[in-house]
T-cell receptor
Framework: GEDVEQSLFLSVREGDSSVINCTYTDSSSTYLYWYKQEPGAGLQLLTYIFSNMDMKQDQRLTVLLNKKDKHLSLRIADTQTGDSAIYFCAEPSGGSYIPTFGRGTSLIVHP | EAQVTQNPRYLITVTGKKLTVTCSQNMNHEYMSWYRQDPGLGLRQIYYSMNVEVTDKGDVPEGYKVSRKEKRNFPLILESPSPNQTSLYFC??????????????FGPGTRLTVL
């Protein structure tokens, strides 16, 4: 996870927007990913963005990519208690297409 | 249903008693890997396999072994478990390692406690 940095915790109130940030190092990345891990479960792909895009929107999710700063963010609009989970940023590194995962950001949603 | 399965889901054992955690996928994936997840450290890759009979070390391979005799199975072996191997383990698979779009499919996890 050293190539992908994330803050460890984020706490928001239900109904607010959540923004989870990630910085990465490999500028040749083609796809960048966000995975979600719900309590007691494995990781599941939440969304992804191709490196020639700046933004991708999917219902309540917005992914922003700043290639110049190597910064990726995930915005969740109208955050619900069901969004409480750990979110992992992932990007291919080391010359491989296999993603390297960040440490994960625990999103806590208060009623 | 396309899935990655792991067994057992929970295991408590004692130091030095050999154990195997099984992993199986039904998606005909070439690439499989094992991770451990520890608080504050995120996911760390233990071993990976690009295809049958092809395995390689990840970031934290010490104390672990793997084998890939069949495409669908990728067991994780702890020959002599120690308490520092207490962790949550995930198996994952993907279609192959050469595709630029590379979604990883994860198993449900195995919670291992070594006393």
């Amino acid at each position: 996870g050293e190539d992908v940095e994330q803050s460890l915790f984020l706490s928001v109130r239900e109904g607010d927007s959540s923004v989870i940030n990630c910085t990465y190092t490999d500028s040749s990345s083609t796809y960048l990913y966000w995975y979600k891990q719900e309590p007691g479960a494995g990781l599941q792909l939440l969304t992804y963005i191709f490196s020639n895009m700046d933004m991708k929107q999917d219902q309540r999710l917005t992914v922003l990519l700043n290639k110049k700063d190597k910064h990726l963010s995930l915005r969740i609009a109208d955050t619900q208690t069901g969004d409480s989970a750990i979110y992992f940023c992932a990007e291919p590194s080391g010359g491989s297409y296999i993603p390297t995962f960040g440490r994960g950001t625990s999103l806590i949603v208060h009623p | 249903e396309a899935q990655v399965t792991q067994n057992p889901r929970y295991l408590i054992t004692v130091t030095g008693k050999k154990l195997t955690v099984t992993c199986s996928q039904n998606m005909n994936h070439e690439y499989m890997s094992w991770y451990r997840q520890d608080p504050g450290l995120g996911l760390r890759q233990i071993y990976y396999s690009m295809n049958v009979e092809v395995t390689d070390k990840g970031d934290v391979p010490e104390g672990y072994k793997v084998s890939r005799k069949e495409k669908r199975n990728f067991p994780l072996i702890l020959e002599s478990p120690s308490p520092n191997q207490t962790s949550l383990y995930f198996c994952a698979s993907s279609l192959d390692s050469g595709s630029s779009y590379n979604e990883q499919f994860f198993g449900p996890g195995t919670r291992l406690t070594v006393l």
